[in-house]
Structures are given as structure tokens and as C-alpha cells.
């Protein structure tokens, strides 16, 4: 489904090129749970971004699906993105303003869908994380872990095929983060494609498979052995 071939990505730092991705190649099968470990700052979210259509690699190929998407221009990339993507982040990312139903909504808006799918979907999506007691309530008054299943419901509201998580549990207690791991569980057994980032050995045991980074470059599997 997915597959990254010597991706590489370097920022400007005045005349100096910084590397962050150095020659990073990965597949990743339709259906797998898989996690990303690796040190704060070895190039994570970087990566994420890039899997996710969010930015683009200064060098290599991503093909989804068999196509290469680095060649597609920034409307596809986004149209790509909203149809199969959905993204759940560390520090939720909803809008403080908006309900819980609202945020759910959101993509939804984006996708041109009517009032009443909208409501319908995204009640549809609440209900699957437990939430549908709080479609009213706004962020602040939700619990972090409640906060955090939103963002997952937001996410699933398009019936994306393929998840991606920017250590979704970093923020949460233990027992939220167990309620949040359950659910990447359960979508993983839906036949999602889940791709799970952190730093937590333990978090990462609910994977499948877990892919390691370290300064930039993924270890083989060798180096991985000793982890
Ligand atoms: N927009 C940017 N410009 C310059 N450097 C960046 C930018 N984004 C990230 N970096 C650098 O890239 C490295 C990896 O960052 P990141 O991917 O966020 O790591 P992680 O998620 O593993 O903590 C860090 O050294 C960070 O400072
Ligand atoms: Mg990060």
C-alpha cells in the first residue's frame, strides 16, 4: 500500500543544508499495525508528515496505491490526503470553540457533504469511541482522553483506510492511553491501516511490527535486535 524509497529530507538553516531523513526506504502492507520508534527529535514527526501528504521529501519516492505522489501537484496531494487519511496528533489539534460534534464534522465540511450526512456521520464516529454522552461538550470540558478519542472520531469520520498517529498517547494518563490503544486495536482488526508513532517501548508492544529511527536513518534489523 504504501512504500517510501530513499526519502530524504533537508531544511535551510540560512546557507546550510540540515539533513533530518537520510535515505529512509520502508513498505508498509494494506492492514498492518505498525509503530515508529525512536528518540525525541530522530526525525518522527518529520516522517509523519511526509507518510502523510502533509510535506514533501527534498528527495526519493512515496508511492501509495502504486502511485507516485511526489510527481502530483499540492490539490491531489490534498485530495489524497482528505480521501484516505486521517491523522490523530499528540495534542489533539481540535477547535477550542467548537463542540465535540463540530470538530467531528470538520473534515466532512471540507469534503462538501450535507448538513444531515454530516450530523449523522460524525454522531456515527462519536458513538464508536464512546463519546456519544459529550457530543455537545466542548475541549475544555473534556478530559484529556476524551479529548483525545474526538480527535480519533474526527479522524475516522471519513472511513479513511489508512490512520496516522503522532504518539497519540504522549499527553494521556495510563489508563486513557490504554482506552486509546484499544482503539487503534480494534480499527487494526477492522482492517486499517494503522501507523502509530512514539517513544514508548510499551505503546509501541500493541504494533504489529515496529520500525525503528535514529538521527534521521531507520536501523536495520541488525541494530534492531539490540534495541
Ligand atoms: N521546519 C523545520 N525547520 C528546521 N528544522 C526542523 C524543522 N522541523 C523539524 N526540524 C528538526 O528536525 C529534527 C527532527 O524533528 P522531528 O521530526 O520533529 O523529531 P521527532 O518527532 O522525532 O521528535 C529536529 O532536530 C528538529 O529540530
Ligand atoms: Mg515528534
Sequence with gaps: MISLNNISKSYKLGKEEVPILKNISLSIKEGEFVAIMGPSGSGKSTLMNILGCLDRPSTGHY?????????RKDGLLADIRNRSIGFV?????????QTALQNVELPLVYA?????????????ALKKVGLEDRVRFKPTQLSGGQKQRVAIARALV???RFILADEPTG?????????????????????????????DHDVAKKAERTIFIRDGELLTEEETSHV
Excluded at 508511492?63 to 510527481?71: A, E, F, I, V, Y
Excluded at 496528533?89 to 470553540?97: S, T, V, Y
Aim: aromatic fraction near 4%.
Design 112 to 124: 462538501k457533504a450535507k448538513k444531515q450526512e454530516r450530523r449523522e456521520r460524525a454522531l456515527d
Design 63 to 71: 508511492l501509495l496505491d502504486g502511485q507516485d505522489l511526489l510527481t
Design 158 to 160: 471519513t472511513n479513511p
Design 171 to 199: 499527553a494521556l494518563d495510563s489508563r486513557s492511553s490504554e482506552q486509546v490503544l484499544e482503539l487503534f486495536s480494534s480499527l487494526h482488526q477492522e482492517g486499517k491501516t494503522v501507523v502509530m508513532i512514539t517513544h
Design 89 to 97: 496528533f499528540q495534542q489533539f489539534h481540535l477547535l477550542p470553540r
